[in-house]
Every structure is written in C-alpha cells, then in structure tokens.
C-alpha cells in the first residue's frame, strides 16, 4: 500500500471511529449519507429526455426533498409503503448508503404510492416492475424511466385466466372468488380481458435479471403462491422475499403453504406484520 493509501485510510478509521461514537451520532451520520445519496442520483433515476420538462421538474423535487431531511434529521422518515413495508425491506436488508440494489416486484401496481419499491429506487436501486394492468405498467415508463415494467400476468398455471380490471385498481384480479363482494361495495369493474399467464422464471430470463438480487416482492392477489412456484429458485435467487398472504394465521407461521414453500428451499421465515410475510436466505 502507498503512502497516500494508508494516510487516507488512518484517515478514513478515524472519522468513522468518531461519527459512529454512540447510537445519536450513527443515525445523524447514516441519515445525511442517504439524503445527500438521494439528492445526488435524483437527476439519474428521474429524468428522461423523451419528457424533459415533467422529468426534470420531478427531479429537482426530489433532489429538494432529500435536502430538506438534511436540517430536520430523523424527524423526517419517509415511506412509500402502505404500512410502512419499504421500512422493514430497508431493516432486513441493512444495504449500505453506498449500495445500488436490484429488485423484483410482482403486483406492482402504482409506481409511487403505496410502493413498496419507490424508496430503493429514490436511493439508486433498479429493478423489474411486473404488473397485469397496462395502464398502470406506462405510468412507470414516466415516473420510474430506469426500471424494467413489464405488464404481465405472473402464474405457473399455463391456462388463460380472465382477468378484471376495477375502478380501485388494487382489487384487480383473475380469481373471482371475491368479485361479488367488491361489487357490493361499489366497486365497478372497468375492463375485462384474456391474459396468458407467464412464468417469473421466463420474465427474469428475458429482462436479463442477475441470479442472485437484494429483494422479492409479491402481492398478487390469491395468486401469491403460484407466483413463487414459476420462479426457478435453483437458478435465480432473492436474499429478501416479501409476499401477501391473505390468508395467513400469525398463531401457526409456518403451517401456512407459503411459509411451506420458502422454509423447503432454504429461507429463514423472519416475521409478519398485518398478511405480509418476510423471508431471509439462509445462505445470504
């Protein structure tokens, strides 16, 4: 090693030994690495020249909200989530300020509220964004230029399945155990169509998705395990699988098929919160 390398390296030990004295000056260091992190890669995860004034307009907003958590500090944690789940994905994971991650998302639905995804893909991360509404899949193309959408139905069914399209486009779905409920409730169903359900082993080979990646995410609907069972675990291989499970029994974790599934190939059922259930890799 150098000279220069191991002056800058003493250094380096040495601001660190002093910013993560205690727990306070660790968060108050950690939060302004990820706010000037999101301010600096705003321009790269936001703009695109096919809409240069919107795109670039959003850029700028995010680069002055990231700087805005700068003075405010903890007081100020974002989540995109609809409970808070883009906050526990970033508690499993521990990624480093300085990682750029890769994700999976399955039912993605809108490209910003109640993402799951939207707060790594602010901090530089990219992904593949697969839902069955076409609608929803070119509103990404806007908003989330660098990821992947991809408008597909996900199953490892090889059947056709009617798929139904609601006015509340989070109740989409080819199951129709439960479309006379939503329509009691006024929900109205605005498109009906054909899908050919495809693999997410077939998606990922085509989107050229590495083997190993940071994050599976799956709400699909009564769908959720049959997602997971047209995904080739042997070749492709999340470190972090969140899925829905509608019916799951906190009382009995690991009877439920999903947890089933995942506890066979190697992961590490780590809790539930409301019917979200999270899996770590065992070997990760």
């Known amino acids: 090693m150098s000279v220069s390398a191991r002056l800058r390296a003493q250094a380096q030990q040495r601001l660190a030994t002093s910013l993560y004295r205690n727990a306070r000056s660790r968060a108050l260091f950690t939060q302004a690495g990820v706010a000037l992190k999101e301010s600096r890669v705003s321009f790269r995860q936001f703009f695109s020249w096919s809409s240069p004034v919107s795109s670039g307009l959003r ?77 929803l899949i070119r509103k990404f193309g806007r908003i989330r230029p ?90 492709y291989r999340p470190r972090l699988v969140m899925v829905e499970a509608e019916d799951f029994d906190p009382l009995h974790p690991l009877q439920h098929p999903i947890s089933t599934f995942l506890l066979a190939r190697n992961y590490r059922f780590k809790g539930s919160i409301l019917k979200n259930l999270y899996f770590l890799d065992e070997a990760a």
């Open 59 to 135: 850029s700028l907003k995010y680069v002055l909200v990231a700087l805005l958590r700068l003075p405010l500090g903890r007081s100020v944690r974002l989540s995109y989530g609809y409970t808070g789940e883009d906050r526990l994905i970033e508690s499993l994971l521990k990624p480093l300020v300085t990682h750029n991650g890769f994700y999976v998302e399955v039912g993605c639905n809108e490209p910003r509220f109640i993402s799951n995804t939207f707060l790594l893909y602010r901090r530089g991360w990219r992904g593949i964004c697969i839902d069955a509404n076409e609608k």
């Open 146 to 235: 660098r990821d992947q959408a991809v408008c597909a139905f996900v199953s490892h069914e090889p059947e056709p399945l009617t798929y139904l399209e609601f006015s509340n486009n989070v109740l989409s779905t080819a199951d129709p155990q439960y479309v006379p409920q939503y329509l009691a409730q006024g929900e109205e169903i605005e498109r009906t169509r054909q899908v050919q359900p495809r693999t997410l082993t077939a998606i990922l080979q085509e989107c050229h998705a590495p083997a190993r990646f940071d994050l599976l995410t799956i709400d699909a609907e009564e769908f959720d395990l049959s997602v997971l069972e047209s995904l080739d675990f042997a070749a």
